[in-house]
């Protein structure tokens, strides 16, 4: 019997074992829409197309599955653009499925038409215009692989009106034959037996682990091999949760903005592993400064990265989960690996952090009380700016996928829908979103998508009434020639809040920090807690090593 195109789609969808996509829908998409609507896959009306893409990528970070997001096309195929090229960054498995113009209309810049595989080329894995209905079983079938093997990433596919109406016979593939794409899982032998005979000489070994192990589902394998040799673990930002902060040999994120135990350790470093991270220029600063004591040992499922940012003594493609296995099978003995740690220990005696006296209440008190008072279970979700470093920096990750944040992109807006993502993907753990005021208005109207789905969602906005990450770059490398920063105009977000039926409370005196974020975990309804921090508090008090000409123009 034949079906319509859409309605294969969405057999393909449940033979994936998709349960939830994020989406708006549009012209374009209406054939889709109308097969998802019996179809039993949930959908969650987001408010914005952008919003659709975060929060499939905050569901497939929080349960390790492929998202799905929908949007027709035009502008509602352009609006997902930011969240496929975040989940680009970040090497987070999506499937986008977009709406076209008819086949015939292609080309001839009818209303709502645009080019958006050509336009998603450069940050998406692989993209799709399906032009013929009968290709689209093995479209889908191949787009759902290509996104979550090898080095995950986002695929779209764009599809035509006419075609999704289109009648075929339905067959779903039972396997993939992709020519050219065969990712590399096992570590070369002869590079391994090198690391290992590398490790065995090192008297200061570091291993700093990235995004890469989370996806990988390697923790445990990373955990166990760190304590086999005795060595101190660094994260990047990507990387947090990767290893348990609890961990006697935990020293901290690595980088300009990281822990200065991590970033004296390396620079210490006679061997450096990494283990799944790119490595980019907010974790090493200047390429040539960075471990420039130490032979590196990079492991990535990526040929491409490894070598690419930093200067690789032992090159081992493969993932992580398999090769760090594979590492553990040699019989490696340090011999001498007390007085290294004692002296990483002195490293991380060296950052304790000295009394605040700013005005306005102190970030790091506000992120520590949130800490100590969540479980392992939590899953803590940030935007991008100077709180996403605070909590990077102070709040304690112990669990894999449970910290979750635009690593790669710094995508402001992010933080509201991947926590509705997360929610969703895990309802029974507990998810805490912290935000800046200029990052939360970036996709405030998900506050609805919040009440719509009955989401308990904690909230807590770090208000300093200011772009508080450009400002500390102006303050640090334009002599504090502050332009642009000042947001003046922002709403009582209390009240923003109650407009959407969400609790909300105000936080201004340093004594109720502890008593605000109590009441705000202990809420078994969405609540939102506004603190009023220092406008001046900086993440970091100078650059360092970091202060350079090409670090500015890039990031200032």
Known sequence: MKITCAQAIIEALKLEEVEVIFGYPGGAVLPLYDSLRCSGIRHVLVRHEQAAAHAANGYSRSTGKVGVCIATSGPGATNLVTGIATAYMDSIPMVAITGQVPVDMIGRDVFQEVDITGATEPFTKHNYLAKNGQDIPRILKEAFHIAKTGRPGPVLIDIPKDVQESLIDFEYPSKVDLKGYRPTYKGHHNQLKRAARAIEKSMRPVICVGGGVISSGATGEVLEFANRIRAPVATTLMGIGAYPSKDPLFVGMIGQYGSHAANKAIDEADLLIVLGARMGDRATGKPEEFAKAANIVHIDIDPAEIGKNINTNIPIVGDIKTTVGELLNFDIDRKDWASWLDTVKGFKAESSIEEYWGAGLD????????????????????????????????????????????????????????????????????????????????????????????????????????????????????????????????????????????????????????????????????????????????????PGRWDNETHIRRIG
Not at 377 to 397: E, N, P, S
Not at 420 to 431: L, P, S, Y
Request: hydrophobic fraction near 40%; aromatic fraction near 8%; charge should be negative.
């Open 363 to 542: 970030p790091v008190h506000i992120i520590r009380a949130l800490s100590s008072r969540c479980d392992d279970d939590t899953i803590l979700v940030t935007d991008v700016g100077q709180h996403q470093l605070w909590a990077g920096k102070y709040f304690g990750i112990n669990t894999p996928r449970t910290f979750l944040s635009s690593g790669g992109l710094g995508t402001m807006g992010y933080g509201l829908p991947a926590a509705i993502g997360a929610k969703i993907g895990k309802k029974d753990r507990e998810v805490v979103l912290i935000t800046g005021d200029g990052s939360f208005q970036m996709n405030m109207a998900e506050l609805a998508t919040i009440s719509q789905e009955g989401l308990v969602i904690k909230i807590i906005i770090l208000n300093n009434s200011t772009l508080g990450m450009v400002r500390e770059l102006q303050e640090h490398y334009y002599d504090g020639r502050y332009y642009g920063v000042r947001m003046t105009g922002n709403p009582d977000f209390t009240k923003i809040a109650e407009a959407y039926g969400i609790e909300a409370i105000k936080v201004e005196k340093r004594g109720d920090i502890d008593s605000a974020i109590e009441k705000i975990l202990e809420s078994d309804r969405a609540i939102i807690g506004e603190f009023f921090i220092d406008p001046d508090a900086n993440v970091i008090p100078n």
